[in-house]
């Protein structure tokens, strides 16, 4: 009886080493990317592809929320009760109670002009002679920032969409709209009359280069090696060319 105890214990003991671990994906719409628009509410998309490919490779479930505003999700992920976020730019040093995984790099935001405006842009410090529409709630890129922040408030007019910014643009009610190009594209393809009515330009690459894409992982899941077999499986998927093929051209691949 007592070999046969022993025997569970062990047994037991070794479950938890060999069991897939269970995360919870604090998830957000963000078109072209991920979508909610289906009867079940359920999340859909190329980033869903992406999250599922790398749990099977990594070794983990995967258990996707609803759609959660951003700041929601982030605020999850500081105190635990979600694993991970996927999709979001680092500031600084970034949080000390999340581990950034990098899986891509983000195109830098673009400047939308009205169709005949023929301007071009060479500088980042040009947007200061503006009025800019951007989405509320939305940050810009680093080296963007510098110049939005030291222009008067009157000149940023926040909006609630991507559309509503092209909307205004193309209406003329502001000089540009700065937006990131992939939610462009996602509403491009639902409002095709817009594509007449604007102009895209983009900053050089040596000037605003993009950013890094990060996997948020919570630093309450405590778990060191998932870290690492993360890690792994986004350098083999960039390797084997699955990352290109979810992505398409909406990430740029790092490794």
């Known amino acids: 009886m ?17 069991a897939s671990q269970l995360l919870k994906w604090c998830a957000w719409e963000f078109p072209g990317s991920v979508s909610f628009d289906n009867p079940s509410k359920e999340a859909q998309g190329v980033t ?30 500081g105190d635990g009760s979600s694993d991970l976020v996927v999709g979001i730019i680092k500031t600084g040093d970034g949080r000390e109670d999340i581990d950034y995984i990098p899986y891509g790099a983000r195109h830098p935001d673009r400047v939308y002009l009205a ?15 503006m009025t800019l529409a951007a989405i ?15 222009m008067p408030p009157q000149q940023i007019i926040r909006v ?5 910014a092209l909307e205004v643009v193309a209406k003329k009610r502001v000089t540009a709209a700065l937006l990131p190009p992939t939610l462009v594209s996602a509403v491009l393809q639902k409002h095709p009359g817009l594509n007449a009515q604007i102009r895209e330009v983009s900053f050089p690459v040596s000037i605003v280069k ?14 060191p090696q998932l870290a690492a077999a993360i890690q792994t499986s986004l350098q083999q998927m960039t390797a084997d060319g699955s990352i290109k093929a979810i992505f398409g051209d909406i990430i740029i691949p790092l490794f």
Request: with cysteine.
């Open 48 to 77: 869903v592809d992406f999250m599922h490919e790398l749990a099977k490779r990594a070794g983990f479930k995967l258990v996707i929320s609803k759609a959660t505003p951003p700041g929601r999700c982030i605020k999850e992920l």
């Open 210 to 223: 993009p950013q890094r894409a990060y996997i948020g992982l919570s630093k309450h899941c405590q778990c």
């Open 160 to 164: 609630n969409s991507v559309y509503s």
């Open 2 to 18: 007592l070999r046969l105890l022993l025997l569970l214990a062990c047994i037991s003991a070794a479950l938890p080493l060999h």
């Open 115 to 129: 169709a005949d405006d023929n301007r071009k842009l060479e500088q980042v410090t040009e947007l200061s002679t």
């Open 136 to 150: 509320r709630n939305f940050g810009f890129h680093p080296d963007v920032t510098v110049v939005i922040e030291a």
